[in-house]
């Protein structure tokens, strides 16, 4: 499934300039000219990366890196910086509010591209291959899941599900954020599909009493949590 962009930038031609390059080396890519539209295109469909111009219209990139930062549903969104502001003390803000990289004005497409890479690399990275929580494991690499040993047997959709929550512990997702991220934006599936596929994978977690870990909360989703 290609990754999804947000650019969030004020000058169209540098929206399309980039648009284009991204498209062209397979990314999906979303745009907005403002935070206020970049805050709605990532509620309603979270990004994988978000390209965050500094000088916005109405509040200035850093500050809205750092409400993504502290916001539950969006403290993991990984984020580069893109601005006419070279300076080092610039970059230093820059990372401090909780960017992943800084790419200054003007700038090559294809390093961009690379940075890009570099930086989903890095959240994807073979290290983070197998996941575990008190007894239950998920080995991404082989698509097999144990509990304390034993065998978890799950359907692919399930199997996805588990994956998307047990990598991002404790975060509260919406029925339409988990369509996105595990069914994927051009598939049409109904709230209530999301919601069948947690029962039968609450039911197929249950024996190990794995079940409890999918939790749900009222009127905002599900998360994956260890604590009861």
């Not at 799950?154 to 994956?163: K, V």
């Amino acid at each position: 499934m290609a990754k999804r962009v947000l650019i969030v930038e004020d000058e169209a031609a540098i929206r399309e300039m980039v648009r284009f390059a991204l498209t062209r080396a397979g990314f999906e890519v979303d745009e907005a000219a403002d935070a206020a539209e970049a805050q709605t295109r990532v509620f309603e469909r979270l990004p994988d990366l978000v390209l965050l111009d500094w000088m916005l219209p109405d509040i200035s990139g850093i500050d809205l890196a750092r409400r993504f930062k502290r916001d539950e549903a969006t403290r993991e969104l990984p984020i580069i910086m893109l601005t006419a502001r070279g300076e080092e003390d610039d970059k230093i803000r820059g990372l401090e509010v909780g960017a992943d990289d800084y790419v200054t004005k003007p700038f090559s497409p294809r390093e961009l591209v690379a940075r890009i890479r570099a930086v989903l690399r890095r959240i994807t990275s073979p290290e983070h291959e197998v996941l575990e929580v008190n007894g239950l494991h998920l080995d991404q690499a082989s698509h097999r899941i144990t509990s304390h040993g034993k065998p978890v047997d799950l359907g692919p959709t399930e199997f996805r599900l588990l994956q998307f929550l047990m990598s991002h512990p404790e975060r509260v997702y919406s029925r339409n954020q988990l369509i996105d991220r595990v069914w994927g934006g051009t598939a049409y599936i109904e709230e209530r599909t999301v919601d069948v596929h947690v029962r039968r994978l609450r039911k197929a977690l249950e024996p190990y009493q794995h079940d409890k870990f999918i939790q749900t909360v009222r009127g905002a989703g599900y998360r994956f949590s260890p604590q009861i």
